[in-house]
């Protein structure tokens, strides 16, 4: 079944038990504040995490930069739906020998000449190339956002934070079976992806 943003949008009011709302751009209050955080909530949980179902692969090539004094000498544009690159290898496998790079702004600077292939997290817009457990984590971090300027209750601020902590650790553990790693509640970074051997 597909799933809107507008869907997402009244799950995130039924945690909350607020009426729905008919559309993002309805002239109420609760669309407004959804409205508002949606893209940016979307965002930011999917940088969170090495989510599987949100990781891309890109061949990007170089430009040498000219800078001799620099090891890191080619610089490499990243995709525009790129929300943050995984560790590079040589070979662009999550195992495979790590390169040195190093991101700034939109650019990745590294000693390869390349190409290289690249993984990254994507910034997937449509709620349907998510993860059923990560829509969930959307959901409830949309309730958390606008718990308190939609309710001004505190009860219902709880509901929403004690309903994305479970979101997020029912995606995360998923997400750690998914790319075939063990079953973890190691470091935060390794939980994000950003230690080594993360797939």
Not at 159 to 164: E, L
Request: hydrophobic share 45%.
């Amino acid at each position: 079944m597909a799933i809107t943003p507008l869907d997402i949008a009244n799950m995130a009011l039924a945690v909350l038990d607020e009426a729905p709302i008919d559309s993002l751009d309805q002239d109420v209050k609760a669309a407004r504040l959804l409205n508002l955080h949606f893209d940016l909530t979307r965002e930011a949980e999917l940088t969170k995490c090495a989510w599987v179902f949100a990781i891309l692969r890109a061949t990007v090539t170089a430009s040498d930069t000219g800078n001799s004094a620099c090891t890191l000498n080619f610089a490499y544009e990243l995709p525009a739906d790129c929300l943050r690159p995984l560790p590079m290898t040589h070979n662009g496998e999550a195992d495979g020998v790590p390169v040195s790079w190093r991101q700034e702004a939109g650019l990745i600077y590294s000693d390869q000449p390349g190409p290289l292939v690249i993984r990254y997290v994507a910034n997937l817009t449509d709620p349907n190339d998510w993860d059923a457990l990560f829509t969930e984590v959307v959901v409830a971090a949309l309730a958390v956002k606008v718990a308190h300027p939609l309710t001004y209750k505190s009860g219902m601020i709880d509901i929403a934070r004690a309903a994305y902590d479970r979101a997020l650790d029912a995606a995360f553990n998923a997400n750690a079976i998914q790319r075939g790693g063990r079953l973890y509640t190691a470091s935060w970074s390794f939980q994000r992806g950003d230690g080594r051997g993360v797939r």
